[in-house]
């Protein structure tokens, strides 16, 4: 049972001292509150666990500062989504809010290689006024002997030139929680010029004491990869993971599913599952197309197949997008062949910008319509 309680409440602890109270009264029902931080609002919950079953809804709904008591069912208990019209999705990390509103467009490079590859990316996203990217650091590999990424010896100069840029939120993937220290320790050393946001890639998405460490520190919101052979169910769970361990800031990215199905493109592209995440949880949904597809070829309408697949996960309702990006896919050490070129660039944020006009006219034209009646899946 989860008890949520009004948003922004000054005496928040009244609250949940009352409900302690009360849930004091029923054996076997243990107390956990929580908080959450959107883009906007502070706002926290109870959680009943154990024997609720036979505890009343009503005992709680009266209790001054409780907005709405939910009995779930539902496995995803943080992530899930169980107030659909209050329930605030997203966060804020260094200035950037990331949230259902608008879309995030984190352009850079799968792997760092040399810092002029690094500030020329950069400089490309600051004249047109984006303050997101991604750069990979560490890099896991399907063979031993490719490029392992740099490791944390470009941290210091990938954070100036970022800080040089006024870059604000970079998503680099940790594949080892010491990376995590070694991150933290390369921003505050170069005086927090920028911050980070955790990768945690899709080879990862049921290492759960990664999982369990991303979610029992503060410092860094997750991106976190679907796994690529589990089903959703699972990689919905293994976000409830870091959210049960108390970091509840978590994007959930889509990038395709790995079967032979998919090819001639690298995965099968699954952003169909843009609307299913949303629903289901309240977690802001990125979709990687750069991944998913996995070739830089373009379609007989001259555009790339990755801006098609940009199109399908924003008419689908994505906040965010993760897209590799090189000066010279030709000279890059780690998946050139679906880097889209610097040129690409404003192309590409005009295309997210008319596909995402196209779906906010959709959802108006919705608007005000009874809520369709939803089949037996979730
Ligand atoms: C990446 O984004 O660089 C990456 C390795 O992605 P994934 O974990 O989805 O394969
Ligand atoms: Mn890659």
């Known amino acids: 049972m989860i008890i949520i309680l009004e948003p922004d409440l000054p005496d928040q602890n009244v609250t949940v001292d009352a409900v302690r109270a ?14 959450f931080r959107g883009t906007t609002h502070r706002f926290a919950e109870v ?12 005992a709680f709904e009266s209790l001054p500062g409780v907005r709405q008591v939910v009995r779930v069912s539902a496995k995803y208990r943080l992530v899930g989504r169980h107030d659909p019209a209050h329930e605030t999705v997203g966060f804020e990390h260094n200035g950037v809010h990331i949230d259902e509103s608008t879309v995030h467009i984190f352009a850079g490079l799968c792997a760092v290689d040399t810092p002029a590859h690094v500030d020329a990316m950069m400089a490309a996203l600051a004249r047109e006024s984006i303050v997101t990217t991604r750069m990979g650091a560490y890099k896991p590999r399907s ?15 990938v954070f100036e030139t970022a800080g040089k840029h006024g870059i604000r939120l970079i998503a680099m993937e940790a594949t080892d929680a010491s990376h995590l220290d070694e991150i933290a320790e390369a921003l505050e050393r170069a005086g927090h010029p920028t911050a980070v946001i955790i990768q ?9 004491e990664l999982l369990k460490h991303v979610g029992r520190q503060q410092a860094f919101p997750v991106l ?17 993971y870091i959210a049960s361990e108390g970091n509840p800031r978590i994007i959930f990215c889509l990038r395709g599913v790995k079967t032979l199905l998919g090819e001639p ?9 843009v609307p299913v995440v949303r629903r289901q949880t ?9 991944h998913s597809v996995g070739i830089s070829l373009r379609a007989p309408d001259g555009l790339p197949d990755i801006f098609h697949a940009v199109g399908q996960g924003i008419i689908a309702g994505a906040s965010a997008v993760l897209v590799d990006f090189h000066p010279h896919p030709e ?7 679906q880097a889209l070129t610097l040129d690409m660039l404003v192309p590409l944020v005009e295309h997210v910008r008319r596909v995402r006009a196209a779906y906010e006219e959709s959802v108006a034209a919705f608007a005000g319509r009874a809520p369709a009646k939803t089949g037996s899946a979730q």
Not at 22 to 33: D, E, H, I, L, Q
Not at 224 to 240: D, P, Q, V, W, Y
Request: proline share 8%; hydrophobic share 35%.
């Open 22 to 35: 009360v849930a004091a009264r029923y054996p076997g029902v243990t107390v956990k509150p929580y908080e």
């Open 47 to 58: 959680h009943l666990l154990g024997s609720t079953a036979a505890v009343p809804t009503a």
């Open 143 to 157: 063979s031993p002997y490719d490029f392992q990424g740099l490791g944390k010896e470009c941290l210091p100069w």
């Open 200 to 208: 945690v890639g899709t080879r990862n998405a049921q290492n759960y």
């Open 224 to 240: 976190f990869k679907r796994g690529m052979g589990i089903t959703l169910e699972e990689s919905l769970n293994a976000c409830e």
């Open 265 to 273: 493109h690298r995965n099968l592209v699954d952003f169909a599952h």
């Open 282 to 290: 309240r977690l802001p949904v990125c979709i990687d197309p750069s």
């Open 331 to 337: 000279r890059a050490l780690c998946d050139g062949g």
